[in-house]
């Protein structure tokens, strides 16, 4: 259902069949870490993702996506996101962001799952190192914040004091509501802002995703019109997960143990949907 905001709020069987779909993008990127090394070029991990969501029964979300070409998106060193799959090869000290998307259909309608991680490759440089724990860290506080925020603007508030100035943020790009549609209202802000947003309900579901880089936050998009780099050419890392707010809590739809674990270090309890 909608609500005045224009947000798609889900049932809890709508959220069930979200969370089919979380899981193969989760299966999906555990199988793409487990293969990721020095190499391969990034059209490797594609096929890799692909072969994942394809034996799920389940669909790409981002192939085709605007005329988007391939299942994932790859993207290495001063590359943010949105990274074209393809002849690159990787290499020893890379930092290497993987964005999966995935939809089911259910009752004839696809439900969406949407989450990324970044990995350095060994030797890893201990700055790229901490570059990705600061993202990966930034996310889970803002993945909190769904569960403990009042507004939606808690969320990049959390993210902004859990970055505390360890790299730039860049904020030109964004979370966002996710369901039926891979992108949906809200945007979901990775800084602080004046704005409130809408109240943080039952309901609600949202990617919540960072992305910070070593040196400027400023960006610019390559000739492919897709591939977004640090104009400074500093590396940057890219986080990512789908959240559902139900009626006792959270639950990360795109995490195996549904974000238990690294919640539970923030003191947020979550609300398996079974």
């Given amino acids: 259902m909608l609500g005045r905001d224009r947000i798609e709020y889900k049932t809890p069987a709508q959220v069930r069949a979200m969370r089919r779909a979380g899981l193969v993008v989760a299966d999906a990127l555990a199988a793409v870490r487990e293969a990721v090394r020095p190499g391969l070029t990034t059209a490797d991990l594609d096929a890799v993702a692909a072969r994942v969501i394809e034996s799920a029964g389940a669909r790409p979300s981002f192939l085709g996506y605007h005329g988007y070409p391939a299942v994932l998106c790859v993207s290495v060193n001063e590359e943010v996101v949105h990274g074209i799959p393809g002849g690159r090869v ?7 962001s993987v964005d999966c998307g995935a939809f089911v259909e259910v009752d004839g309608a696809g439900w969406h799952g949407d989450a990324a991680f970044t990995a350095v490759l060994d030797p890893a440089d201990p700055a790229d190192a901490e570059l990705v724990l600061a993202t990966e860290q930034a996310m889970w506080a803002g993945l909190a914040a769904v569960a403990v925020g009042g507004r939606l603007g808690d969320v990049g508030a959390a993210v902004e004091d859990a970055v505390a100035g360890r790299a730039a943020i860049v904020e030109g790009y964004v979370g966002h ?25 039952p309901g609600l579901c949202v990617a919540v ?66």
């Fill in 90 to 96: 990787l290499a020893p000290g890379d930092v290497v």
């Fill in 177 to 201: 509501g996710i369901g039926t549609a891979m992108h949906q209202a809200p945007e979901v802000l990775n800084h602080r802002t004046s704005a409130r947003g809408p109240r943080l309900k």
């Fill in 209 to 274: 995703e960072p992305m910070l880089a070593r040196g400027t936050a400023e960006t610019d998009v390559l000739d492919d019109e897709w591939t977004v780099v640090t104009t400074d050419g500093s590396r940057a890392a890219h986080w990512e997960h789908t959240v559902a707010l139900g009626p006792a809590g959270p639950w990360v739809l795109t995490a195996p143990d549904g974000g238990r674990a690294r919640l539970a270090e923030l003191g947020v309890e979550v609300a398996p949907l079974d």
